[in-house]
């Protein structure tokens, strides 16, 4: 829907028409209120586990946590409205409802990113420097580290936002499951200079983030070939976090291709796929990793007492 203004049209409505194809729709809602159920459960068990396990107050831990409350955070902004778009039959979004939405993904996309450089460092040196770990790594250093990996994509996503909203737009329909920026920025009825040189500027910065992971990792692989402990340590706590950015990183590749350069000769559902599986894979799997790898979470949630002061561990 439009409202004549000047030369162009004022959009107050978008249609989602990636929607269009999802038959039959009664099995997508089962399928997603399902998967948005679990997410739920295993994140919120393993941050609820963290909270009440005072051994658990440490900064890998607190990390882990922050990771599945932006998990919890991101999928918010999908799963309720992709529900409620099943039923209708008209599929829109409001013009603020679209920025909005684009914002929550993409900010929990970031921060989740953000949030797994954070681990790589305390990763690297908790195994690289061992004895300084407490010093390096206390708590305000954590919570600064969490607050950095919040306020960092609400600054960096935000500009986005504003330059999105000032740009007069020719078209409605958004090819896709959810909104996000690129997909109203292709309906611009004028060229989008500002948002392509801060949309390159973003990726400088996270590119920059992912050497510095590189650069944590080759440190880490170097400690490894030195101790056994240090190859221990590697295998429990690493290798989760290693899956969980290679996976988001991955993912995160793919959407982009497909948003900016993306053609209408794949397949809907391949494409309805890879869009979704960002919001699918990683706030299923890594609650399920590191509440199974890491010994002190995994001790807590399968720790039963058989008799007082013994416990069976599985």
């Given at each position: 829907?439009t409202?004549?203004?000047e ?9 989602m028409?990636g929607?269009?194809?999802l ?38 831990y607190?990390?882990?946590c922050?990771?599945c409350?932006n998990e919890l955070?991101g ?7 992709f529900?409620?778009d ?21 900010s ?7 949030t ?9 040196v ?18 600064k580290?969490?607050?950095y990996s ?18 007069p737009?020719?078209?409605?329909h958004i090819?896709?499951?959810y ?15 500002a948002?392509?040189v801060?949309g ?11 050497i ?8 880490l692989v170097?400690?490894?070939?030195k ?8 295998m429990?706590?690493?290798v ?8 988001l ?24 796929f ?28 399968f ?12």
């Amino acid at each position: 829907m439009t409202l004549p203004y000047e030369n162009t049209s004022y959009i107050v409505l978008f249609t989602m028409s990636g929607m269009k194809d999802l038959m039959p729709k009664h099995v997508f809602l089962l399928l997603s209120l399902s998967v948005y159920l679990l997410i739920i459960f295993l994140n919120l068990t393993l941050i609820i586990t963290i909270i009440l396990e005072k051994s658990l107050h440490e900064p890998m831990y607190l990390f882990v946590c922050n990771l599945c409350l932006n998990e919890l955070y991101g999928t918010t902004g999908f799963y309720p409205k992709f529900m409620y778009d099943l039923f209708s039959p008209s599929h829109v979004i409001s013009y603020i409802g679209c920025l909005t939405q684009s914002f929550v993904i993409y900010s929990s996309f970031m921060c989740e990113y953000t949030t797994l450089v954070v681990m790589a460092y305390d990763r690297y040196v908790a195994i690289c420097r061992p004895l300084e770990y407490h010093i390096i790594i206390g708590t305000q250093t954590a919570a600064k580290a969490i607050l950095y990996s919040w306020a960092f994509p609400f600054i960096a996503g935000l500009p986005t936002v504003i330059f999105t909203s000032q740009m007069p737009l020719c078209g409605s329909h958004i090819d896709k499951l959810y909104c996000d920026n690129w997909s109203i920025v292709k309906l611009s009825c004028v060229p989008s200079t500002a948002n392509n040189v801060y949309g390159f500027v973003v990726i400088c910065i996270f590119t920059a983030h992912a050497i510095f992971v590189m650069f944590s990792y080759q440190r880490l692989v170097v400690a490894c070939t030195k101790s056994n402990d240090s190859k221990k340590k590697f295998m429990q706590t690493c290798v989760p976090h290693l899956l969980s950015l290679s996976n988001l990183t991955v993912a995160l590749l793919f959407d982009t291709m497909f948003s900016r350069y993306g053609s209408k000769e794949f397949p809907e559902h391949l494409r309805n796929f890879v869009q979704v599986e960002v919001l699918v894979i990683p706030p299923l799997l890594n609650p399920l990793m590191y509440g199974l790898k890491l010994s002190g979470v995994r001790n807590r949630l399968f720790c039963r007492c058989k008799k007082p002061n013994r416990k069976i561990c599985f």
